[in-house]
């Protein structure tokens, strides 16, 4: 799988990180943004990375902050994203298995670099379970157009 990774100052450390233990894993991984640690705006990084899976250079995209809050609220804005914070193993994978997230925020700040380990783990490797999700994910999809969900 083609995982494009971007981070802020805050999360270039774990981003490195991630980014060895997803090709360990035998993904594709593409470092986006600044990569030297100096100060950057997490917007930037959101926005790359956020392009990079909706134009298909990347199957999935995953995003660190300092708490991960910013990165979800900004890749949010990008029609076709589906970002969610995960801070355990549970909401990864239920952010994979109900949600079709295809962008996993992280916080660098408030996990340990085992737990993150785990996530990205955890959220790599689940599915899409579809079924009575997808009613839900197209309701996603009219508001994106600017519509009423209930169609």
Same mark, same amino acid.
């Given at each position: 799988m083609r995982v494009a990774i971007?981070?802020?100052? &805050?999360?270039?450390a774990i981003a490195?990180?991630?980014e060895q233990q997803l090709r360990l894993d035998?993904?594709?991984?593409d470092l986006l943004g600044d990569r030297t640690g100096g100060a950057s705006d997490y917007p930037d990084s959101a926005? =790359?990375? @956020?392009?990079?899976?909706v134009a298909g250079n990347a199957d999935r995209g995953v995003l660190i902050c300092g708490?991960? =809050?910013g990165m979800a609220i900004?890749?949010?804005?990008? !029609?076709? =994203? &589906?970002?969610?914070?995960?801070? !355990?193993?549970? @909401?990864a994978q239920l952010s994979r298995s109900h949600n079709d997230a295809n962008v996993l925020c992280l916080s660098a !700040?408030?996990?340990?670099?085992?737990?993150?380990r785990r996530i990205v783990e955890v959220?790599? &490797? @689940?599915?899409? !379970?579809g079924g009575r999700h997808a009613r839900r994910l197209a309701k996603i999809k009219r508001i994106e157009r600017g519509e009423d969900p209930k169609g």
């Open positions: 971007g981070a802020d100052h &805050r999360g270039a490195q990180a991630v035998g993904h594709e991984v926005w =790359i990375v @956020s392009q990079a899976v708490t991960g =809050i900004a890749a949010n804005k990008v !029609d076709g =994203i &589906r970002a969610a914070l995960a801070l !355990d193993e549970l @909401s !700040d408030l996990l340990g670099q085992t737990l993150v959220w790599m &490797r @689940s599915g899409y !379970d």
